[in-house]
T-cell receptor, first 112, second 115 residues
Framework: GESVGLHLPTLSVQEGDNSIINCAYSNSASDYFIWYKQESGKGPQFIIDIRSNMDKRQGQRVTVLLNKTVKHLSLQIAATQPGDSAVYFCAGSTSGTYKYIFGTGTRLKVLA | DAGVIQSPRHEVTEMGQEVTLRCKPISGHNSLFWYRQTMMRGLELLIYFNNNVPIDDSGMPEDRFSAKMPNASFSTLKIQPSEPRDSAVYFC?????????????FGQGTRLTVV
């Protein structure tokens, strides 16, 4: 069945270090992926997306890498800051459908 | 734009009572989603509307749950009667397109506690 899941439930990093959050998906037809950030008491907030015709996309301090061969994507956060502490979700979708399949989430803790 | 607006932010109710959650999507968005988030199950899609029409309600847990979208700027999710296991955070999200390929914008959520 279709699923999007995360390898690590909690990631602790030192302030200033780079963070890498991983996500695996099972549906080969998934062709659009989003990373969301959810802070405590708030709704998921869009960070960055990537389509399957790309293998890398960069934003401000964030980079998403997509490896379609092994059905894996990752979110890299450069120079992690305390404000980056949150739960991060990946979500996958397939063109022609409206459903986003969300992963279980990874909690990122930034240590001072 | 103020984003997706949900009300109330918090709701505490007694088992058996009716609960109505409200959502105002972003103006111009024609797709609306209701999600439920729990620690055990994560984010679950309950129902999806496109152009005010329910397209997929297969995620609605039981007949106790119902959702309406009377116009493009308002949707409700109703639980009647409510049960303790309905306690969760309920999110509304909207998107400017049908059938994916763009992000959904989430509201702040309604935290529902049924005692």
């Amino acid at each position: 069945g279709e699923s999007v899941g995360l390898h690590l439930p909690t990631l602790s990093v030192q302030e200033g270090d780079n963070s890498i959050i991983n996500c695996a998906y099972s549906n080969s037809a998934s062709d659009y992926f989003i990373w969301y950030k959810q802070e405590s008491g708030k709704g998921p907030q869009f960070i960055i997306d990537i389509r399957s015709n790309m293998d890398k996309r960069q934003g401000q301090r964030v980079t998403v890498l997509l490896n379609k061969t092994v059905k894996h994507l990752s979110l890299q956060i450069a120079a992690t800051q305390p404000g980056d502490s949150a739960v991060y979700f990946c979500a996958g979708s397939t063109s022609g459908t409206y459903k986003y399949i969300f992963g279980t989430g990874t909690r990122l803790k930034v240590l001072a | 734009d103020a984003g997706v607006i949900q009300s109330p932010r918090h709701e505490v109710t007694e088992m058996g009572q009716e609960v109505t959650l409200r959502c105002k999507p972003i103006s111009g968005h024609n797709s609306l989603f209701w999600y439920r988030q729990t620690m055990m199950r994560g984010l679950e899609l309950l129902i999806y509307f496109n152009n005010n029409v329910p397209i997929d309600d297969s995620g609605m847990p039981e007949d106790r749950f119902s959702a309406k979208m009377p116009n493009a700027s308002f949707s409700t999710l109703k639980i009647q009667p409510s049960e303790p296991r309905d306690s969760a955070v309920y999110f509304c999200a909207s998107s400017p397109v049908h059938q994916g390929a763009t992000e959904a914008f989430f509201g702040q959520g309604t935290r529902l506690t049924v005692v």
